[in-house]
T-cell receptor, first 110, second 112 residues
Framework: AQTIHQWPVAEIKAVGSPLSLGCTIK??????LYWYWQATGGTLQQLFY??????VESVVQLNLSASRPKDDQFILSTEKLLLSHSGFYLC?????????FGKGTRLTVV | GEKVEQHESTLSVREGDSAVINCTYT??????FPWYKQEAGKSLHFVID?????DRKQSQRLIVLLDKKAKRFSLHITATQPEDSAIYFC???????????FGSGTKLTVEP
């Protein structure tokens, strides 16, 4: 069975500080991987997707970047956090359309 | 790009009644329409989906209808139970599934 693990579970970070969120998928080779962001009480917005190792496509520009260093790993990062980056970050993988989400990372920027 | 509009921001029904959530989309190229459920403070959980080659799909108490002409799709939850209470999101994507566009969510409350 496939499992998706996100880390950390929650973070409180200062404005201007760097950020790195991670995601690992086990039990599925060469998955499509995704990052989503949900503002508090808001809808979901897809940030990035990756079809293969080393290739990441941006969907929206939020001063964030993503990388896929290994087949089963997806990293979301920025060098300087903004207050507007606060929210719930979800990593996901898919097979033929159906998207499976991780448990998410709750980020508070202060 | 695609815009998905979810018409009911909140919906309250009595236990045992049916609940209907409606969504519309703008891009005729969209061909995949999933629904997700989010309980308070938790992640999203896949509920049901429909592809554009059919106009109806049922999974137990869940029915999804798709009207391609009107660019509208809906989720019907029959015989609702208190555990159906959650926020439901509709979404749309094209056949490559690379980008999923979400509606704004409907908070469903099922009252005993």
């Amino acid at each position: 069975a496939q499992t998706i693990h996100q880390w950390p579970v929650a973070e409180i970070k200062a404005v201007g500080s760097p950020l790195s969120l991670g995601c690992t998928i086990k039990g599925k080779s060469s998955p499509n991987l995704y990052w989503y962001w949900q503002a508090t009480g808001g809808t979901l917005q897809q940030l990035f997707y990756s079809i293969t190792v080393g290739q990441v496509e941006s969907v929206v520009q939020l001063n964030l970047s993503a990388s896929r260093p290994k087949d089963d790993q997806f990293i979301l990062s920025t060098e300087k956090l903004l207050l507007s980056h606060s929210g719930f970050y979800l990593c996901a993988w898919s097979r033929t359309g159906e998207v499976f989400f991780g448990k998410g990372t709750r980020l508070t920027v202060v | 790009g695609e815009k998905v509009e979810q018409h009911e921001s909140t919906l309250s029904v009595r236990e045992g009644d049916s609940a209907v959530i409606n969504c519309t989309y703008t891009d005729t190229a969209s061909s995949y329409f999933p629904w997700y459920k989010q309980e308070a403070g938790k992640s999203l959980h896949f509920v049901i989906d429909i592809r554009s080659n059919v106009d109806r799909k049922q999974s137990q108490r869940l029915i999804v209808l798709l009207d391609k002409k009107a660019k509208r799709f809906s989720l019907h939850i029959t015989a609702t139970q208190p555990e159906d209470s959650a926020i439901y999101f509709c979404a749309a994507s094209m056949s490559n599934y690379n980008v999923l566009y979400f509606g704004s969510g409907t908070k469903l409350t099922v009252e005993p």
